[in-house]
Each structure stands twice: as C-alpha cells, then as structure tokens.
C-alpha cells in the first residue's frame, strides 16, 4: 500500500485495522515438447499472463525460468518472437492480437544458441472459466474476501519481491503471477464464487499513477467494473488512506465523484440497502480533515453526492489500527470512539497478524485466531456501532522480510486449508451470536470478511495457487455448505 513492497502492509498491516477447475496449471509441460537440456539447459517455470480472451489485444508476456541468455528467443507454437532478455530467470516477449485471433491452447518454448530448447508451456486461449459450483449459491453467509489490486505491474516491480525468482516461486496464483487481463480476472471471479464467496473489497489508491509509475493499481477493480458477466460475484471499494494516497480536502470532491461512479453499476455491495464503502484508517482521515467535525463534513458531502445520484446514501464501514502495531494494548476503544465521533455508520478491521508478544519465528495458526476473536470481543465490548469480523487467511510475509517495526523480528503463521475454513465458520458464528453489533438485522445472513483473497506476499490468501491448489478455496467452500451446528 505504499511505494515499497515492505512499506506497503507496514503503514497499514502491522496495525490492527481492519470448484471445478476446467484448465491445466500454469506449469504443465506440453506433452511431446522438446525437453530441455540437462546442465545448463534453459527451462520455462512459469508464463505471465497465461491465458486470455480469443480475439484479445496483444501484451508483453513475461517468461520465467532459468538458464535464459541474451540470445534466448521465445517461440509461440514454434514461431520466433521479438524477445528482451532482463535477466537469466526472466525474458519478455511481445504477444500480438494476431497470436490471440484463433483458438489454442497454444505453446511456449525458448531456445537458445548455447542451451537448446525449453520445455513448453501451455497457454490458453479462449479463456477457461470454471463453471458454477454447489458454494456458490451458499446462503449461509454474506462472505466477502478483501482484494489487493497491486499485481499489475512487470515482475520486476517490488510488489513481486521474493515471489517469481526467489523461494517462494509456489505461491504462483493458477491464473499467473500478474492479474491485468480480463481473463486472469473473470478466472478469479468464478473461482471466489464457488468457494462461497459473495463479494470482493477492492484496495482502491488515490492517483497511485504518480507514485507506482509501472503498475495500475485499480487494474482488476476497473476491469471487473466494466465486464458484462461477474460470475455472480458482487463488489466494494476498500479506500486506502495514508500518505502518499491520501485524499486532501481540496480534492475530496473529485474523489467522490469515482467512488459513486462505481456505485451506480447494480453489482456494488450493498449493506441495508446503501453502497458500502470501507475506509481503511479512520485516524488518517482525521488527520487529513483536521477534526471530528471535518470528517463528518466530507462523509456528509460523500452521503450526499451519491443521494443526487439517485442512490440512497453511502454505508460508511471504518477501520484503524492502534500505535505499536501488536496485541499488546488493553482495549481499543480509542479507536471505536474516534469511528462514532466521526460519523462512520460500522466498522471492520483489515487484519492483525501480531502476538501480544515478540517472536522471531514461526506461530501456530492458533495465536492468529486468538487475536481474531481479541478484537472481535473488542468491538462487542464497546457495543455502540455495528462491527463486521474479519477472519485472516494466514500472514507469512517472509518473501518481503517484513519485520515487527519496533523489534525487528520476523515472524509467520502456520496454516493449514481446515483452520483457515474453521475460522471464517468462527467468524460466522461469533456473528450471529452477537446479533446486537450485526450491520443487518437477521434474517439477513450474516456478513463476514476474510483477509485476504489475493496477499500471496504475506500467504493471506485463497486463491488458487500452483503449491496450494484449491484445498483452501475447496475448504472454505466446504464448510459454507454444511448446516450449522
């Protein structure tokens, strides 16, 4: 979330804020391709994208592997490509619209003078998007899994630090590294809905094109957006306020007016019947607007803008953290008092991946929970605005070495696809437990938030990936299916 991958989650993170798979893996080998040469052969690991929508426009397409030189040349189906070699584990290639006018699957190789011929990969066109299944029409809950839109840029930006070339190369997502084609994102869209879930909460940046020159990051929100057919999943927007993306009063306005934008598609969330809209740090906003008044001015003005667009309002959800990025304080009512004094109608938090105390290692996925239910029970205990609990998919940040700010340790989550399933079912049923902070009345299903879809930096996710599978998506769908006890 900030200009560096380790800045990123820190600002925001280290405090508490709150199935049918019809195509191959990215890394099959293409029956009967060449093998690569033994030694120092060049070999392909992985295409990004790997697939796309026939009748496509053309793209680069990032080779990753090893061995490449600057004489390494990628072959599509057999035929030569203009290439740029940018390191032994990385080469591009330009992809025309020409290469995408007919049906493949069609083959990737690389040769090269001095090491032979790859293997081949696989590269789907049309796009393979998995037909419903039993969870997607789950009535349980109203799941929504938060989204972070910063996987758009080349893989050699620092969003992917650690992750195509280093040892952590399996949590490749199934749908490629990168997610800024229509493909990868409607791939994505009907795999969350047959795990159950409902909706996604997209990280959204303020003029981030001045700050992340090489990446868009409201790629997959702008996509998903103007699609014709989300595959029955719906949408909210997650503002990520703190420098350098902070909205200033002076352009509030203009920010509100794409906000409203978005709200108008009849696939935006909605909570009692308003856009719901989810701020992450209610402390920042009020540092931005100055007081409590200020902040209830422009949430005002945003209720409004959207009143004159024909809509009934804005569900204002708010989040924050508290100052030393642990568990270790005694309440956060601090934080829920500033939520109320300001205006936002509920509030959630993003995550809290922190121990009460410092560990340089690995914790069991019990401590996590633990300090899920610590800030649920937080919220029930202050009792004046409603609250939507949020169940972490895991926190392992170790390809971007993000450390505990204060004691420099670097600490992970254990974690298997039963306990990150059984979580959320705790969320569920702390939720409907706890009817008196619900944002919806029963018989409204219960609404409940995972973190995160897509955070294969810091392993909190779901999203199908080449070492994972679908066992956590599988899991959680799984569990959404079965009666409650």
Known sequence: MESSAHMKRFSFVTVIIGVLLLAASPG??????RPAQQGGGVEIKALSPNSSEQGGTGFVLSVVGKNFTSASTVLWNGSSLPTKFVSSMLITAQITSGEL????????????????????????????VAQPAPAAAQTRAQVGAYYFDGWSGPLTNFHFDGLPFGAYQG??????????NVCAVERQLAWAHNFGVDFFVFDW??????????????????????LADRHGMQYAILYVDGPPFDVSAADWPEAVSQWVGYMKDPAYMRVNGKPVFFVIDVGEMFQIFGSDSGVRKALEQFREAAREQGLPGVYVVGGFGIPDGTLGQKTLTQGFEIAKADGYDATAFYNYPFAPHAINGELPFSTLVEAGYWTWNQAKGFGVLPFIPTAMAGWDPRPWDEVEPKTGDLMWYSRTPAEVANFVQDAIQWANANSQVRPEAAPAPPLVLIEAWNEFGERSHMLPTVDDGFSYGDAIGQMLLKKPE
């Not at 049906?103 to 066109?125: H, M, Q």
């Open 205 to 226: 940046y303020w003029k981030a094109e001045l700050h992340e020159s090489s990446d868009n990051l409201d790629s997959a929100l702008e996509i998903m957006h103007g």
């Open 101 to 128: 006018a007919k049906a493949g699957p069609d083959v990737v190789t690389v040769i090269d003078p001095g090491g032979g011929t790859s293997n081949g990969l696989k590269f789907e066109v049309p796009c393979v």
């Open 171 to 180: 949590r490749q997502p199934i749908s490629g590294w990168q997610d800024k």
């Open 28 to 33: 099959s080998v293409i029956a009967g391709a």
